[in-house]
């Protein structure tokens, strides 16, 4: 019988020691449903140690990545308290393997989500959105894995910087998003990109922690998804997300070692 506490243990000391692992499902074979099983126990080490739940992060919310990966839902996973990097700041690379930045839109709950919620409900649960970039960081050699083993990684979460909290919710469906390394653009694209539109994910989460008989308390964060491919982060670069209508967010990378 597979030891998925086992499998969690070595998939966090991975993360918390920035120490590469290979794929899990070359050794292992377990089903999805037991990878969100190893993902929840991962968690739970994270929050043993001292770190505190602020929210969720979709992924595959682009019809294009479905396809690439082969699946026809959403994954998600979790946000903790470290990952938090502050708006403007400097983002040390150490404590990852090989970092990726990607621009997403960032919610704020207002109301404790315990059900599924429809599209005409999600913005009644807002307290407000911002513009925001997700560090995703996969704990396996060469950025390889499948679907069981991204979703056992949290979902490759790994930071997230987050811009100016704004009350307008429409405006998105379409918006340009633009996203630049010391003042050169590397990648461009559309806020549709999310689902067609990212208030779509506000309803996709409520789905998914609905299923899987959990609630999310109000002040939570979520994450919608990215809106372009991300981009590898090397170290000494001025990051730059702009969203339309919406507005910008920043950093700066740096390595001490």
Request: hydrophobic share 45%; aromatic share 6%; glycine share 8%.
């Amino acid at each position: 019988m597979i030891d998925l506490d086992a499998i969690a243990t070595r998939i966090d000391d991975a993360a918390r020691l920035a120490e590469p692992v290979a794929q899990l499902t070359t050794s292992e074979s377990f089903t999805l449903e037991d990878a969100y099983e190893i993902q929840r126990a991962s968690i739970e080490r994270r929050i043993h140690r001292g770190e505190s739940m602020i929210g969720v992060k979709l992924g595959f919310t682009s019809r294009a990545k479905m396809i690439q990966m082969g699946v026809d839902s959403l994954i998600w996973g979790w946000l903790t308290d470290t990952m938090l990097e502050e708006d403007g700041g400097r983002v040390a690379l150490d404590r990852f393997i090989h970092p990726r930045v990607e621009p997403e839109v960032c919610y704020l709950t207002s109301r404790e989500m315990d059900r599924p919620l429809t599209a005409l409900e999600a913005s009644r649960y807002l307290e407000a959105v911002a513009p925001a970039m997700e560090i995703i960081d996969s704990r396996y050699r060469d950025f390889r894995f499948t679907l069981e083993d991204v979703v056992a990684d949290n979902c490759s979460s790994a930071g997230l910087v987050i811009g100016p909290w704004k009350r307008n919710f429409d405006g998105l469906r379409n918006a340009g998003v633009t996203m630049r390394f010391d003042g050169r653009v590397v990648q461009a694209g559309s806020t549709a990109a999310i689902l067609g539109d990212p208030l779509r994910s506000v309803v996709q989460a409520s789905r998914l922690i609905s299923q899987s008989g959990l609630v999310l308390p109000a002040g939570s964060l979520i994450m919608a998804g990215a809106a372009t491919a991300a981009h590898a982060l090397p170290p000494g670069a001025h990051v730059h997300c702009a969203i339309g209508g919406l507005g910008s967010t920043e950093f700066t990378t740096w390595r001490a070692s």
